[in-house]
T-cell receptor
Framework: GEDVEQSLFLSVREGDSSVINCTYTDSSSTYLYWYKQEPGAGLQLLTY?????DMKQDQRLTVLLNKKDKHLSLRIADTQTGDSAIYFC??????????FGKGTKLSVKP | EAGVAQSPRYKIIEKRQSVAFWCNPI?????LYWYQQILGQGPKLLIQFQNNGVVDDSQLPKDRFSAERLKGVDSTLKIQPAKLEDSAVYLC????????????????FGPGTRLTVT
């Protein structure tokens, strides 16, 4: 079945890089996504990657995709306190919906 | 451009009571989704509409949950009767078209309705 796994917590110091990892099961997913959720707010799409790509860079964000291992990662360079949030990995389901992981809570210490 | 609107933002009810949530998607978005997000988990799809037709409701507990999308615009999600395990944030999202195959369109999420069932 479809399932997305990610570690629950990550703590970094301001200015360091953060790397959030995710594994997924559906090899037919065309797109994989990273969403950000701040307290009391809805989900915000950060970036996505097409399944035939290995890497995508967008300013401070770098997404790496290892399709063979079904592993996705999000790297945030120069992490700031404003990056503190829950980050969700998601894969596109067969019916067009999104299948989310449980989220990784990123804490950034000054 | 206005985002996805949801109301109410918070709701507290007792078990066995009924509750309804409302969603107004972004203008022109054909596809509308309702997700349930239980504390500590990722959102899970409940139902997906394309215009006013249901595309996927396989995860909707139909004995107590119902949803409709009148005229292909606004949508309501109802729970009747509510159970303690229905306590969650209910998120509405919309997109231009359904994500299928090589096509992908961003889903825009509303702020959610936090439901507490006591």
């Amino acid at each position: 079945g479809e399932d997305v796994e990610q570690s629950l917590f990550l703590s970094v110091r301001e200015g360091d890089s953060s790397v959030i990892n995710c594994t997924y099961t559906d090899s037919s997913s065309t797109y994989l996504y990273w969403y950000k959720q701040e307290p009391g707010a809805g989900l915000q799409l950060l970036t996505y990657i097409f399944s035939n790509m290995d890497m995508k860079q967008d300013q401070r964000l770098t997404v790496l995709l290892n399709k063979k291992d079904k592993h996705l990662s999000l790297r945030i360079a120069d992490t700031q306190t404003g990056d503190s949030a829950i980050y969700f990995c998601a894969e596109g389901g067969s019916q067009g919906n999104l299948i989310f992981g449980k989220g990784t809570k990123l804490s950034v210490k000054p | 451009e206005a985002g996805v609107a949801q109301s109410p933002r918070y709701k507290i009810i007792e078990k066995r009571q009924s509750v309804a949530f409302w969603c107004n998607p972004i203008s022109g978005h054909a596809t509308l989704y309702w997700y349930q997000q239980i504390l500590g988990q990722g959102p899970k799809l409940l139902i997906q509409f394309q215009n006013n037709g249901v595309v996927d409701d396989s995860q909707l507990p139909k004995d107590r949950f119902s949803a409709e999308r009148l005229k292909g615009v606004d949508s309501t999600l109802k729970i009747q009767p509510a159970k303690l395990e229905d306590s969650a944030v209910y998120l509405c999202a919309s997109s231009l078209v359904r994500t299928v195959g090589t096509l992908s369109y961003e889903q825009y999420f509303g702020p959610g309705t936090r439901l507490t069932v006591t």
